[in-house]
């Protein structure tokens, strides 16, 4: 029996459509890399980028446990001493909100070359519309 690794000819992408304000962020935050990466697919080749395209919606109704709208802050830094700045996810949610899924999924995917072109098919809308419709996507409902 031979093992079986698929070529790049093969890959068949679909679209997925998940609603933000249906579960926390960590638990879809596993669904999205999932569907990224296309782990799910009886296909999966660890080598190939073969995941699917997702869509989340309703990004600013994002919901979190506990206390992490005040207490879990973001950190950047701009390389100069005394710069680091920081967010609660709150101000996050407020401004952007499609920068905290994004943070929390690029954090679940692997850290290699196909992680980039795993994040461009990652498209967070702020509201329940979005721009997708013409591609059919599937509805994730968990």
Do not use: C
Request: charged residues 25%; without cysteine; proline residues 6%.
């Amino acid at each position: 029996m031979k093992t079986y690794s698929q070529k790049s000819n093969d890959i068949k992408r679909n679209w997925y459509v998940i609603d933000a304000s249906t579960m926390p962020l960590g638990k879809l935050a596993v669904i999205i890399a999932n569907k990224l990466t296309g782990k799910e697919k009886p296909t999966y080749t660890p080598h190939i980028d073969n995941g699917d395209y997702v869509v989340v919606t309703n990004a600013k109704n994002l919901q979190v446990t506990g206390n992490k709208l005040v207490d879990k802050k973001y950190y950047r830094h701009s390389g100069y001493p005394g710069a680091i700045k920081d967010l609660r996810l709150e101000e996050i949610i407020e401004k952007n909100p499609a920068l905290a899924i994004e943070h929390a999924v690029k954090g679940m995917l692997p850290k290699n070359k196909l992680s980039a072109e795993r994040m461009k098919r990652l498209r967070v809308f702020p509201g329940p519309e979005h721009l997708h419709t013409a591609q059919n996507p599937k509805e994730i409902s968990l």
